[in-house]
């Protein structure tokens, strides 16, 4: 299968690492299926690809609907197998929990839990059949540490990430069929500004925020090269280890840092963003993120609790060290 082009799926494929993932892929000559809710925002994908020198299909699908993305499978079967499915779709509520709708908290954990379980679900016999196959899941650095004021996001980041660890242990009998999640850090692309916003103040990421065409190229690499886990952005495996080691210890500073973020943010409505309908808004690879005044903004709020992480790390180990002290 190396120097033949390979039949990838890629859900999520309207906007930001999903686009990106998409155009990495045409520039390899791949022939792909391309999925999302907005049919507009994909077929200025498909062409931007075909330009590139892929095959393109087109296939509008809303993945928390299983009996959609099981047709999306059918409809991928057209170029005669299913090499590669990158499982992508991702949307985000923020605000504290108790100020999120619950039906908002369900959208979320639908969409990027049980939407990638619907696209496993429908390759996996496929791929048995075919005895080989790459399933792909983009998971995020939500699957090493919880965020505050996004906790449907954790919730379904944590699960997604028991699930794949789960179905790699189902199909340990098949070698040649690989689950691989990739974990990226903070990545510049629109997901921020489309996704639903119950805090009344205007979001973005902590620098260093990457470029979603490093994730594309992670993407890339691992359909040539299998593997378990991958992480994109060093920033991603310090969350990694810095939860393994002091789990409570990040949770309480994540919620101070996005405390101390929200106080000085500017104002912004209140919105339901992309949760329920694709965005009006334009997509496209990148969000704005990566701006000099978001770089100095967020900047300053990131030294500080550089800062405060450290003092809160001294703190703890302080505390640990003088309660063994006290029993000895």
Known sequence: MENEAKAVVITGASSGIGQATAEAFARQG???????????????????????????????????????????????????????????????AVGKFQDTPIEAHDQVVRANLIGHMNDAHAVLPIFLKQDRGIFINMISLGGFAAAPYATA???????????????????????NIHICDIYPAFIDTPGISHGANYTGRQLSAPPPVYDARKVADAVVRVSRHPKATTTVGA???????????????????????????????????ITDGNLYAPSSRPGGIDGGLRSGRQRVALGAVAAT??????????ANAYSRNRHRNQWR
């Open 305 to 314: 609790a550089a800062i405060a992480l450290g003092l809160f790390t001294l």
């Open 153 to 175: 996001y954790s919730a379904s980041k944590f699960g997604l990430k028991g699930f794949s660890e789960a179905l790699r242990g189902e199909l340990a009998d098949h070698p």
């Open 235 to 269: 920033t991603a495996e310090l969350i990694r280890f810095g939860h393994f080691f002091a789990p409570s210890l990040s949770a309480r500073f994540m919620n101070w840092f996005m405390t101390t973020y929200f106080k000085l943010a500017d104002t912004t409505p």
């Open 30 to 92: 791949a022939k792909l299926v391309i999925a999302a809710r907005n049919a507009a925002a994909l077929q200025s994908v498909a062409n931007t690809c075909r330009e590139l020198g892929a095959d393109v299909l087109v296939v509008p699908t809303d993945v928390t609907d299983a009996d959609q993305v099981k047709a999306l499978a059918k409809a991928a079967l057209s170029f005669g197998a299913i090499d590669v499915w990158v499982s992508n779709v991702g949307v985000g």
